[in-house]
């Protein structure tokens, strides 16, 4: 017994006084996130990566030295077979790499940032997108906060689960439309340090893939205006194509006018500039820009040699009433002179307009009769088809030419109905009789009514 005490005895002091193992190197959890980018065809992009080793407290340090690769890994929403080596930018002081690379045609692709194989640090790879959209393509740049997703930098901050931050309705569809037409680019209020966690959010709400800017909190203006004013005018600066701007506050609407775009402001209360179009939801959004894409065609119509496509051009844009200022405004502005005057006309005309039908007195029957006679007078069928209980029906009937009437006569059916017979002189050939039916509306408005009589 005594023997196998001091066996064990002696083993265990060889093993206090033996030398300690040799450790092995320990891989350092890291952090690694991308930054999106945009281009031109033909030029440089830079892609951009952060490398912070975790840290506590949400401090995550730099990471300077290390080499970071980056790949393509999908071209226009299709993944490559075999990812593809684009080149690698090694880390500065302040954990940044930076990679000089010319795609060989437009399109939107996919890259990932990767730390090298044999690092001590480890981390997932970035993603990130590059767009580089051909000239003729459109770019619209939407304000995704309070327009696409509810998430806030506090929301973020505590850590909220992304299937508990909500996006608002329709947004996802809506964008997806877009996205077949247009390159969008995403602005966002949203702190860079949450990129991972708000691509993943996207992803989840079916958002379409596109670049994301995000907002530096320790180096730009807290002031919103002032961020969107310095990024709105560097992208138009860097992507001339850049054309509608889509927001959720007043201040956003008046950014993008400013820089020559048309302005879409989703779901803002409050008065807004005659040129900035307002929707309440994402399907209203989605036909102005619709209508902002036909209204450059007629516009350019306009525009051109031939009177008469000219005059039915201007005649279709006299039709769209005050939103026309808001589809019209940006070609105000273009480098062609005649497209910029053409442009300027219709926004007069559509002015012109609105303020002819607000003079005009609807609270009676022989007051609503009076504005038809002097709608027909004008000519303009925008305005006439105003004062139509059914407006379709007020765009295909026919306005007469005349310049003297008299009333023939004058007869009340039934409360909240008045027919009228006018007796309509043209300069030259016989008169014409007409029949006018005006019906009191809900509101108290008498509006024309047409019956086959």
Sequence with gaps: ?????????????????????????????????????????????????????????????????????FYLVGEDGRALEEARF?????????????????????????????IRRGSSYVALPAPLVVAVPPPERGVILVQVDGTVSQATNLTMFRGKPNDQIPQVDGAAVALRTLAQHYQLVYLTGLDETFTTKFRDWLALRQIPRAPVVFWDLFSRSLSHASYMEQLVTRLKRELPQVSVGIGAQASDGALFLGQGMAAVVLGASGELPDEVLPARRWDEALVHVALIHRSGALVRE????????????????????????????????????????????????????????????????????????????????????????????????????????????????????????VRLRPDEGEPTEREVLLLRGEDGAWRVDVRDF
């Design 1 to 69: 017994m005594s023997s196998r005490i001091a066996f064990a005895g002696a083993a265990l002091l060889a093993l206090l006084l033996a030398p300690p193992p040799v450790a092995r190197a320990e891989s350092k959890p890291a952090e690694l996130r991308a930054t999106d980018a945009l281009g031109r065809p033909g030029r440089a992009v830079k892609l951009r990566a952060k490398l912070q080793r975790k840290g506590f407290m949400g401090i995550n340090p730099d990471v300077k030295g290390e080499p970071l690769d």
């Design 86 to 114: 684009l080149g690698t930018g090694e880390t500065s002081k302040d954990g940044d790499a930076e990679l000089d690379w010319t795609p060989s045609a437009p399109g939107q692709f996919d890259v990932e940032a990767r």
């Design 302 to 421: 306009v525009a051109s040699a031939d009177p008469a496509r000219s005059e039915a051009a201007r005649a279709e844009l006299g039709l769209l009433g005050r939103p026309g200022l808001g589809y019209v405004h940006r070609f105000r502005s273009d480098a062609d002179p005649n497209v910029a005057a053409a442009a300027t006309l219709v926004a007069g005309g559509l002015r012109a307009n609105e303020a002819f039908f607000r003079a005009l007195d609807v609270r009676t029957a022989n007051a609503a009769l009076t504005s038809l006679l002097a709608a027909w007078r004008h000519g303009e069928r925008a305005v006439v088809s105003r004062l139509y209980a059914d407006r379709k029906v007020g765009l295909s009937d026919p306005i007469p030419t005349f310049r003297r009437c008299e009333l023939v006569s004058r007869n009340e059916p039934e409360p909240g109905k008045v027919l009228f017979k």
